[in-house]
C-alpha cells in the first residue's frame, strides 16, 4: 500500500531530535560517497498575472542506506514585489484554500514502487533549521552562547531551537523589518527556550558581539555586510542572497550545501524577465571568480566527512552558505517519517497497484 499523510500527521512525529538523528548520519553518507543528490531543477513560465511565474521543482536524491530514492516537487505562483524597501521573492497561495503546492514521493530502491506521498511544508522548515545546526556543530566555536537571529517568519523557529541543540544558547537577539512580527515570534519561542529573547530594533544591534548569526530571510537584495563580522562568529544562511559579497569574503571558511546552483528552464529570452536570474538561487554572478565563488567551495557533507578541514582556531569567521536546499534532506527525513507512521498506524493508504502499469514505459 501507498501511504498518504498530512503536515500535521508529520509534526506529531517528527521531531527536531529524529531530524538530526537522520540528516547527520545521511550527509555523512553523501560525503563518503554512498548516497547520491541530483541538483534542483525550476521549470518557470509566465502565471496568472503581471510580473508572475509557474514554478515546477524538482529535486532528487537516493539513500541506499534506507532504501530510498525521493523526487521533492513543489507547484508554485512566484513573485517579486518589493517590501520594506528590498525585492523579495514571495510565493503567492492560490490552490484550494489559498494553499500551497508541495510533495515528496519515496520510491523503494528494491522493487522501484512508490511507497508514500507526503507534503513537504514540515520537512522543509525542519530540515533546514538541523542542516545549519549541523554546520555549526562542525564549525563553530563550541563556546557560542549569544545568537543573532534575522528574520522572524516560518524558517526562523526551527532554526533558533536546531541551534540552540548543538550550541549552549544563552541569549538571542531577533531583528526582522516589522517590529510587531519580530515581537510576537520572541513572545511565542521564550517559552521553548531555556535562552533569554528579546526583538532587538536595528539589524546592527543583533550583530553585535553574536557568536553565531542565523539569517532566515526571503530577500533578494543582499543586506548582512561585513561591518557587522566579528572575529570567531558563526554565519549560516538559507538564501544565496542574504550575505553581501564584502561579508563573504570576510569569512575564512566557508561551507556550501551544494557547489551547483538551480538549474532554470524557461521560454526562450523569458529568462531574462525572471528578478533571480544571475542572483538568488540561479547563481550570482559577482561572486564569480572571486574568494566567494561557491563554486570551488567544500560542501558541508564533504566537511563532515572529514575530507577537508574545518576551523583552524577560535579567531577564524565561519559560514554556512545554504544556497540550495538537498533532495537528500527530504530522502532521509522521508524514510523516517514513513518508518513512524507504519509503526502508529498513521495516514491514509492507497492500493500500490493504481501507481503501476503493465506496459514498460
Known sequence: MTLILTNEEIENVFTLDECFDVLEPALLDLGNGQAVNMPRQDLLVPGPFEGSYHGLKTSCAALPAAGVTTLRLTSDVLTWPIVNGRQRRVKVPLA????????????????????????????????????????????????????A?????????????????????????????????????????????????????????????????????????PFFPAAWIANGMHITTIRPSE??????????????????????FTLPGEERKVPEFGRGDYGRAELENTAADWRNKPELSELMAGKVAGRGND????????????????????????????ELKLGRVLPTEWFCQVEHS
Not at 112 to 133: H, K, Y
Not at 323 to 339: K, M, V
Open 243 to 264: 550575505m553581501m559579497l564584502d561579508a563573504l569574503v570576510r569569512c575564512d571558511l566557508i561551507a556550501v550545501s551544494t557547489r551547483e546552483a538551480a538549474k532554470l
Open 96 to 147: 484550494q484554500g489559498n494553499k500551497y503546492v508541495g510533495l515528496v514521493f519515496v520510491f523503494s530502491i528494491a522493487t522501484g514502487e512508490l511507497l508514500a506521498i507526503f507534503p513537504d511544508g514540515f520537512m522543509q522548515a525542519i530540515r533546514v533549521g538541523v542542516t545549519n545546526a549541523l554546520s555549526a556543530k562542525y564549525l563553530a566555536r563550541k563556546n557560542s552562547s549569544v545568537m
Open 315 to 342: 579567531g577564524q569567521v565561519t559560514c554556512m552558505l545554504n544556497h540550495l536546499g538537498l533532495g537528500l534532506q527530504f530522502s532521509a527525513s522521508a524514510a523516517r517519517i514513513l518508518q513512524l507512521a507504519r
Open 149 to 221: 537571529l534575522y528574520g522572524s517568519g516560518w524558517q526562523a523557529r526551527p532554526a533558533l531551537l536546531a541551534m540552540s541543540k548543538v550550541l549552549p544558547i544563552e541569549e538571542v537577539r531577533v531583528f526582522s523589518p516589522s517590529q510587531e512580527n519580530r515581537e510576537k515570534f520572541v513572545d511565542e519561542l521564550r517559552a521553548k527556550t531555556g535562552a533569554k529573547l528579546r526583538a532587538v530594533s536595528s539589524p546592527e544591534e543583533a550583530a553585535r558581539g553574536a557568536d553565531v548569526v542565523s539569517l532566515t530571510t526571503n530577500a533578494l537584495e
